[in-house]
């Protein structure tokens, strides 16, 4: 007989009763906690930014610049400033962006934008990079060259946009949108 236990097993019952409710309890916080991380994903994934260059013309303010056509160009009253335009789809802010730009032909010709703090939900600003002899006149439509945009969202996961001004075709191509983090 082990110690504790009565003749009539009623202890021995408790003590099997007690495994089943840990056991139970166990099982409960593991399915708990999946629900909760997925209820979490799905939190981060509706908050999510997703930016965009823009290329369609339509009429932007730019804070210090005016109004001015959404579209990737050397700025003609200050022909040392490249503007690419970028807009917020998604349906969270973007925090931290910064762009980066390359040569359509070399690219180990690349500048540096000026860093966005944040970019709020269906919000377009533009991106300012010092020009570069090889990203056009000012005045005029840029330059093939390649858009390299990161940003984080609201859960710091990070994401990257990138795509492909063609010059030819007054456009960008080649939009991808990827997770990073």
């Known amino acids: 007989m082990i110690p504790g236990l009565s003749e009539s097993g009623a202890s021995e019952a408790t003590a099997y009763g007690t495994i089943g409710l840990a056991a139970v309890t166990l099982i409960s916080l593991v399915f708990g906690w999946k629900a909760l991380r997925q209820g979490q994903r799905e939190v981060e994934e509706a908050h999510r930014p ?90 005029g439509s840029a330059a093939d060259f390649a858009l390299s945009v990161s940003y984080e969202d609201i859960g710091q996961g990070s994401w990257l946009t990138t795509a492909r001004w063609d010059a030819s075709k007054d456009r960008f191509d080649a939009i991808k949108i990827s997770r990073t983090r």
């Open 50 to 139: 997703v930016l965009v260059p823009v290329d369609d013309r339509r009429t932007i303010l730019l804070p210090g610049r005016g109004e001015k056509q959404a579209a990737p160009r050397v700025l003609k009253e200050y022909p040392t400033i490249a503007m690419i335009p970028i807009e917020n789809v998604g349906s969270g802010a973007a925090l931290s962006v910064r762009g980066r730009i390359e040569s359509g032909l070399d690219t180990s010709s690349s500048i540096e934008g000026k860093p966005l703090a944040a970019l709020g939900k269906g919000a377009a600003k533009a991106l300012w990079f010092t020009a570069a002899p090889w990203l056009g006149d000012p005045g």
